[in-house]
């Protein structure tokens, strides 16, 4: 049976984006937000594959779950779904904890208590894999669809069968090749490399940077 | 007239890595040790471009001092060279703050009080222009001359005067592009993005990954 995708935080730039990919390659996306109707809009903008829902709803039939929201939102979201994510999915945690959360700068993270954004969303669902990736790809990339991408996809997590499931996913993105990259402990590095693109993007006047490692 | 280069720790890996590739350029390049023999030796190798001096005696005469050693070694040897660091001169620092100083591992990075290894440099040397660069330029990669490297140097520091230096000496390594990342505030993100090759080496047994910013 086809994996059921949920993007939870699916009608911002990076949601959407990876949205219209995956549903651009034959998968079944649900789109979701606090609000039913946001998601329903960007499901239409996204095409038959997608459907519009609350984050608690499109998270329930998923077997990926796709977090893409801002630090600010991470913990009230995970909170949110949690009672509805189902047994064995996975989350894929792609929150970059940038220091526009407190106010501050794009281009700065923040260190979080638990030493990144995806090992903070492990301690909120225990028993869930979690997988660090998708940080560094350009939303304004992902939405030019007649265009592959030109980076690399990092991916980190404490389980090789969930790393593999979400390693096929990126690999379905054209251009993208998926790269193990560690456990979940190094997620830190995947979120400072993404404020790195955003740093460079900024100061190169760039929308859509990105990351490819040489020599592997 | 030719800017004479300094490289301290440049018996070690990395920094004999870079006197190679200045000296196959064309520079005069310094080799800096606590050990004048080693030093000395090192420069043999490097060839007659380069002279073997202890580290306080490299850097006198030179416009660009590279500081390629430990993070254990960083504040001694800083403290070591700064009574003879020319006025003017540049200090490039290529410290990656990785969490074997204190016995941990090599892919994983401390957080230090001033944020960066650089900017530790820099609260060391009052009045000194440093800049961070180098730090993921392959050693393996760079001891291999019939070879071009196959990556992008990521430069920061607060003096614009400073990283055009610095790019120039970077474009002197076939292969490398140099890419300005912005203020000395922000080489906590290059010293990561280090890590994380570390990190992607020992992960799939390769030496010298490399990372290239596509989109700019």
Redesign the interface.
């Known amino acids: 049976m086809q994996t059921i995708i949920a993007i939870v935080g699916g009608t911002g730039a990076e949601g959407s984006g990876l949205a219209l990919r995956f549903a651009q390659a034959g998968a079944r996306v649900r789109i979701g937000s606090r609000s039913l109707e946001k998601a329903q809009q960007t499901a239409r903008h996204v095409g038959e594959q997608a459907s519009g829902h609350t984050n608690p709803d499109a998270v329930a039939p998923a077997g990926v779950v796709i977090l893409t929201v801002p630090l600010s939102a991470q913990v009230d979201t995970l909170k949110s779904i949690r009672g509805s994510i189902a047994p064995g999915a996975i989350l894929v945690d792609a929150t970059v904890p940038l220091e526009v959360a407190i106010g501050g700068r794009v281009?700065?993270t923040l260190?979080l208590w638990d030493g990144s954004a995806a090992q903070q969303a492990a301690r909120l669902l225990p028993g869930v894999p979690v997988v660090a990736a998708f940080h560094a790809l350009?939303a304004e990339?992902l939405a030019r669809l007649d265009h592959p991408l030109?980076?690399d996809a990092?991916i980190c997590g404490d389980s090789a069968e969930a790393k593999a499931v979400v390693s096929q996913l990126a690999q379905m993105i054209p251009g993208v090749r998926a790269?193990?990259?560690?456990p979940l402990?190094?997620a830190?590095?995947?979120e400072?490399?993404a404020?790195?693109?955003i740093?460079?993007n900024l100061?190169?006047k760039?929308?859509?940077?990105?990351?490819?490692?040489?020599?592997?």
Not at 179 to 182: K, P, T, V
Not at 206 to 216: E, H
């Open positions: 281009s700065r260190t350009s990339a030109d980076c990092l790269i193990d990259a560690g402990d190094n830190r590095l995947l400072n490399a404020a790195l693109l740093s460079l100061r190169h760039a929308k859509d940077s990105g990351m490819r490692i040489t020599g592997l």
